[in-house]
């Protein structure tokens, strides 16, 4: 266990549902992450949060929408999906986000699949 | 933009075999390389952080070396084990930040 838990482990939803996806973290780290992991196609960053304040967006698509509402938690909401979404969500956590030097602890991640 | 690639993408070796696994990023202006490992349902584990200014890191029978100005870096695992099983990744960061950019990994088999 590395003190990073993600519910549920799996996700069935079509294209019209909204769900979220949960992460938390026991590890009194500051900063979390959210990666998607497709098939064929490298670990992929989405967000950061770094004390609650989102400081990375990459190019994320508005269907999916981050919450961190404080330093132990974080969502990933999702509305609307597309198939092409169906991936592995995995989500980090580390003592910071800024250092360039942290160890990232992954959580075994949310395996989604979008109808 | 950095691009991160793994060679082999998949790689069985019978137990007790010494192994490299390959890592190349097309950006040499990195701040560190790390190495991660993927067991199935379990997410990632990280195995060696090297940052910009060093040459080497070792823990236990894994050694990962990293040559900036090529581009490269191998992560070398001695006496292999099946426990080893695994995909390995590799991942680097261009500043002082946390934002990884990751290959797309290899994955090892180990033959008892």
């Known amino acids: 266990e590395t003190g990073v838990t993600q519910t549920p482990r799996h996700l069935v939803m079509g294209m019209t549902n909204k769900k979220s996806l949960k992460c938390e973290q026991h590890?009194?780290?500051?900063?979390m992450y959210w990666y998607k992991q497709s098939a064929k196609k490298p670990l992929e960053l989405m967000f950061v949060y770094n004390f609650k304040e989102q400081t990375e967006n990459n190019s994320v698509p508005s269907r999916f929408s981050p919450e961190c509402p404080n330093s132990s938690h974080l969502f990933l909401h999702l509305h609307t999906l597309q198939p092409e979404d169906s991936a592995l969500y995995l989500c980090a956590s580390s003592l910071i986000g800024t250092s360039g030097t942290d160890t990232q602890y992954f959580g075994p991640g949310t395996r989604l699949t979008v109808l | 933009k950095q691009e991160v690639t793994q060679i082999p993408a998949a790689l069985s070796v019978p137990e007790g075999e010494n192994l490299v696994l390959n890592c190349s990023f097309t950006?040499?202006?990195?701040?560190?390389l790390q190495w991660f490992r993927q067991d199935p349902g379990k997410g990632l584990t990280s195995l060696l952080l090297i940052q910009s200014s060093q040459r080497e890191q070792t823990s236990g029978r894994l050694n990962a070396s990293l040559d900036k100005s090529s581009g490269r870096s191998t992560l070398y695992i001695a006496a292999s084990q099946p426990g080893d099983s695994a995909t390995y990744l590799c991942a680097v960061t261009r500043s002082a930040t946390n934002k990884l950019i990751f290959g797309t990994g290899t994955l090892l088999a180990v033959q008892p």
């Open positions: 950006d040499s202006a990195i701040y560190n």
């Open positions: 590890l009194g780290h500051n900063a």
